[in-house]
């Protein structure tokens, strides 16, 4: 079960929230892309909650870093998740430091900002087998592992760009699209083995990359502030709490969705 206390600061705005699911206590998390960002947020947000957590990236520096700030139960592993190959030895080697996998966000990704009659073959096919591809492998190795205990969360990190169509990023819509689809499909497969599968799709969220890209493009910012009716961008703790609410107990009969965390953009006008 879940205990909560929140307090919102005045006009409605950032909202803080302290939630405990008792039932993530020790479970064995594995976050990839862990290092910075979503990923860091969430990593962070199932280490407060007393989970086992594994975040892993391709980035050294900035695990060490994530790893240092997040606290010494925290295990920062280096990895190029594109190498799918040894996708089998990694999970192995989790297992073995750590214990059986419980539950695995697919986080990490990669993005590309070009017209889409200019993206080359090998930018296109590099998007792919980071967000799509490797996603599913990995997924196929953890499940694999869950099967034998009879019970497994898989979460799926989406977009805003599979919901409807934005210019210049037809690579990661793609990608993000077949995740999707993906979240259904082995929710359908994996059901019966008591692992369940679900996907959140972000909207656009308060990070250090997105700050960069609105703050320089200020009438961009201003379409989307107007677009998502709860006026503001969303932060990276908002996308944490979803996906504690997905790998808990309290979501158990929820399989196959894909989550918005958007601030209604998605439906906004």
Known sequence: MMNATRSAEAGGGRLLMDAVYRDLRRKVVLVTGGGSGLGYGIAKA???????????????????????????????????????????????QIQGRVGGLDVLVNNAGVHLKKDALHVTNEEYQRIIQTNQTAVFALSREAA????????????????????????????????????????????????????????????????????KALDNDPERKRRVLTRTPLGRLGEPLDVAHAALFLASGQSRFITGVVLPVDGGNSIGF
Do not use: H, W
């Open 46 to 92: 199932f280490a407060s909650n007393g989970s086992k957590v594994v975040i892993v990236g391709r980035d050294e520096a900035k695990l060490d870093l994530a790893g240092k700030e997040l606290g010494r139960k925290v295990v920062c592993i280096p990895y190029e998740l594109t190498d799918l190959d040894r996708l089998p030895a990694l999970v192995e």
């Open 144 to 211: 694999r592992t869950m099967v034998s205990r009879g019970s497994g969360n898989i979460i799926m990190i989406s977009s805003m760009a599979s919901q409807y169509g934005i210019p210049k990023v037809i690579g990661y819509t793609a990608s993000k699209s077949a995740v999707e689809g993906m979240t259904r499909a082995l929710a359908v497969e994996c059901g019966p083995y008591g692992i369940r599968v679900n996907c959140i799709a972000p909207g656009f969220i308060k990070t250090s990359m997105s700050a």
